[in-house]
Every structure is written in structure tokens, then in C-alpha cells.
């Protein structure tokens, strides 16, 4: 089986900047893959993908950037099929204690190490030879924080073997601690706390602290101790980069490229 490059790159003590997918547009996969993010992330929870989408999607993503999904839910099913598919890493939504982290570790795991189902469909070709032997440690397993209640049994959660890393959805965290849905609160004591107790933690118990983010955010990210950090999305992309040529085209300067992500 290839090697999972984002893994490798964490092992190795390095950091990880994504882009994630949130329209099923094969072309453009075909192309972003090319760019130097080192994951593209395929988006089947607020995205606009569907299972058929991300299976084209995956034939047209090269290996310069590793295919990784966020699942609906924390479900073994699905789970199971974005990984016969081809991803190597699933990005698993409100985890939110250890029951529930041990739930994602057993979908993404082959036995004795998990429950997941055999059947690669296209994982093993498209993966390379020996998947069966490889696959437990090539996938990535990479439970959300994104509640309070996450937050506050984060250490349970950290002590479930097989877990990658941890992926804060900053939005959702926001409103479980009544804040409104935003990339960050910089004036949020609460909520700066939160996330540099999610830095502490995983970090210590060597497990990638990841995070969604902006393109100006993504280095006060990474400087903050985020191994795995989401830059932007293919549509924020998309409309800051029609935003930009119009404002050149009009002779008005350079337009606002930044964006939120949810």
C-alpha cells in the first residue's frame, strides 16, 4: 500500500496544510491535487458531495495531496465505504467522549485493532498492493472537538489508541460555548482556553491537534501549535479568486480574499 505522506509528515514531527472539497467538481480535484496542499479533504457533512461524487472525485485526485473524507456522522457504515473508496484518512464529526471515540477508531480499524468490514473495493488497487496489511496504519482516524462537552472529556478522549489526530470545527465549537459561529474569538477567554487545551493535550499524548481555518489565520494556527490545518475550501477559493480578477478587471484594487469556513 502507498504511504499515507500526511502521516509520515506528522510522524516526522511536521505540519499539514489542507484544502477541504465542498462541491462535486472532478475537474477541479484533478487540478487543486497538483497545487501543493498536502491533504485534500472530501466534504459529505455540510459539503454538497454525495458517495458517487467523492468515488469520482477520488479517481481524479493524484497522490501529490493524500484524499481524505469528513464522514456525515460517526457511523461504521459509511465510514467503511469512503475508505473502500480510496480515502486514507476520515475526518469523524462531534466526538464527543471516549465511547464515541472508541466507536471511530473501531470503524476505521481492520480486527483485532477494529471492526471494520473487508471489502476495498477500490482501495486496493488504487492504493497499491498489500492494503490488508497496511491499511491499519496507513489510515488516518481523526475524531472532531467541536463541543464543550468534547472539550471538557478531552483527556478520555485522547487516551483511545488509535486516534491520528483531533480536528476542531471552530464554528460548532463557538456555539456550544454561546458564542456565535466563527472561525475564532479572539476576544474569548473561554474560548481561546479551549483550544490551547486542545493543543496541550493532544500534543502531549503525541496526536495531531488539527483545526479549520482561513488563509490569514492558518500561520497564527500553526504558531499556536496546529499540525493539521485547513487553509480553505475549493468554493471560498473559487469566489475569492472571481472576487479578486473582478476587482482587477474594474481597476479597484485588491478585493477581500479572505473567507470563513464552517
Known amino acids: 500500500m502507498i504511504t499515507n505522506e500526511v502521516k509520515k509528515k506528522w510522524a516526522d514531527g511536521g505540519t499539514t496544510v489542507g484544502l477541504w472539497m465542498s462541491t462535486p467538481d472532478f475537474a477541479a480535484a484533478e487540478q487543486l491535487t497538483t497545487v501543493?496542499?498536502?491533504?485534500?479533504?472530501l466534504d459529505l457533512q455540510h459539503g454538497l458531495l454525495d458517495y458517487s461524487a467523492v468515488v469520482s472525485m477520488l479517481q481524479?485526485?493524484?497522490?501529490?495531496?493524500?484524499?481524505?473524507?469528513?464522514?456525515?456522522?460517526?457511523?461504521p457504515g459509511i465510514i467503511g465505504k469512503l475508505l473502500d473508496a480510496g480515502c486514507m484518512g476520515v475526518v469523524i464529526p462531534m466526538v464527543n467522549s471516549a465511547q464515541e471515540a472508541e466507536a471511530a477508531v473501531?470503524?476505521?480499524?481492520?480486527?483485532?485493532?477494529?471492526?471494520?468490514?473487508?471489502g476495498p473495493?477500490?482501495?486496493?488497487?488504487?492504493?497499491?498492493?498489500?492494503?490488508?496489511?497496511?491499511?491499519?496504519?496507513?489510515?488516518?482516524?481523526?475524531?472532531?472537538?467541536e463541543t464543550r462537552q468534547a472539550v471538557d472529556q478531552l483527556e478520555q478522549i485522547l487516551e483511545v489508541e488509535g486516534i491520528d489526530a483531533v480536528y476542531v470545527g471552530p464554528a460548532d465549537l463557538s456555539i456550544s460555548y454561546g458564542l456565535p459561529p466563527a472561525t475564532d474569538h479572539p476576544d474569548s477567554a473561554i474560548y481561546q482556553e479551549a483550544l490551547a487545551k486542545i493543543v496541550e493535550l493532544s500534543t502531549a499524548k503525541s496526536i495531531v491537534p488539527g483545526i479549520h481555518s482561513t488563509p490569514t489565520m492558518t500561520a497564527k494556527r500553526i504558531e499556536q501549535g496546529f499540525r493539521m490545518v485547513t487553509a480553505t475550501s475549493n468554493?471560498?477559493?473559487?469566489?475569492?479568486?472571481?472576487?479578486?480578477?473582478?476587482?482587477?478587471?474594474?481597476?479597484?484594487?485588491?478585493?477581500?480574499?479572505?473567507?470563513?469556513?464552517?
Open 235 to 262: 468554493l471560498l477559493a473559487q469566489v475569492a479568486g472571481a472576487k479578486e480578477a473582478l476587482s482587477q478587471a474594474r481597476g479597484e484594487g485588491q478585493a477581500d480574499s479572505d473567507g470563513s469556513m464552517y
Open 36 to 41: 501543493g496542499y498536502d491533504y485534500l479533504c
Open 121 to 145: 473495493a477500490r482501495a486496493a488497487s488504487a492504493l497499491g498492493g498489500g492494503y490488508h496489511a497496511d491499511a491499519n496504519s496507513q489510515i488516518a482516524c481523526i475524531p472532531m472537538i
Open 106 to 118: 473501531r470503524a476505521c480499524r481492520y480486527a483485532p485493532q477494529g471492526s471494520r468490514s473487508w
Open 60 to 75: 481524479a485526485i493524484r497522490t501529490e495531496s493524500v484524499p481524505l473524507a469528513r464522514a456525515p456522522w460517526n457511523e
